[in-house]
């Protein structure tokens, strides 16, 4: 066969939906998939939001914004928040904090996407994306609960500073929540109090997020089409 140069890989160059630089095939070895998933622009939370997964979510943010501040910021999220899948605490309501305040500095838009679960914090990285591209699959779930501390039975000083913090944290999540979802804090706190299931179609209806995104379309945008196009 006659050679017809260099052609594009089956993968798309905006793949699932970002934005970024083609990808010609090449001999050897494939390009790292976390390289690929930043050039495009998409950001991963795939575990629970331990400093570790925060420090690198941070440091990726940082790292788009400086690349070209004005381009939108696609955030995937399949977390159970700070709690493990035994509900035991195993991260920090700070660190998640830390992610949407440097959400809230930054210029680009975030195109957040619950790709299966956003549990508690998780759940509030969620709502605070761009109105209109808050995008959840057709199974995914979304719970929204207050914050936890570790059981203690130190002393007396001790247990009344993580009340202290447990307050000021449990305050700071029903703020940011009612920020993203749009809703009045008093009812916020009426429905985290208790914890609050959602499925895909309940979470738009209550406002985490706004449309079910559509798996055919997942494969990703040519270069002619509009960014408006990521989710449907």
């Known amino acids: ?9 089956s993968m798309s160059a905006r793949m699932y939906g970002g934005g970024g630089r083609d990808y010609e095939r090449r001999e050897g070895p494939p390009p790292d998939l976390p390289s690929i998933l930043l050039d495009n622009r998409i950001v991963y939370l795939g575990m629970p939001i331990v400093p570790a997964v925060s420090e690198l979510i941070i440091a990726q943010l940082i790292y788009l914004s400086w690349v ?9 999220i399949t977390s159970s928040g700070t709690l493990d ?3 035991e605490i195993v991260g920090s309501e700070t660190d998640a904090f830390a992610i949407a305040s440097y959400m809230a500095l930054t210029k680009a838009k975030y195109y957040t996407i619950n790709m299966g679960m956003a549990y ?3 759940a509030l990285l969620l709502s605070l ?22 059981r ?4 007396t ?11 000021l944290d449990s305050n700071n999540y029903i703020k940011l929540l009612a920020k993203g979802i ?7 706190y009426e429905d985290v109090e208790g914890g609050k299931h959602f499925t895909a179609e309940t979470a738009i209806e209550y406002g985490i997020a706004d449309l079910v995104a559509d798996y055919s379309y997942m494969g990703g945008l040519d270069d002619d089409d509009d960014d408006d196009l990521v989710f449907l």
């Open 157 to 167: 000083t001790d247990m009344w500073i993580k009340a202290k913090d447990l307050d």
């Open 1 to 9: 066969m006659e050679d017809a140069g260099a052609t594009r890989c």
């Open 182 to 188: 749009g809703k009045p804090i008093e009812e916020i």
């Open 120 to 122: 508690g914090q998780a």
């Open 85 to 87: 899948e035994n509900g």
């Open 152 to 155: 203690s039975s130190g002393a």
């Open 129 to 150: 994306g761009h109105k209109g591209k808050r995008g959840v699959t057709e199974y995914s779930f979304t719970k929204i609960h207050l914050p936890r501390v570790h």
């Open 68 to 76: 070209d501040p004005d381009e939108p910021i696609y955030f995937y």
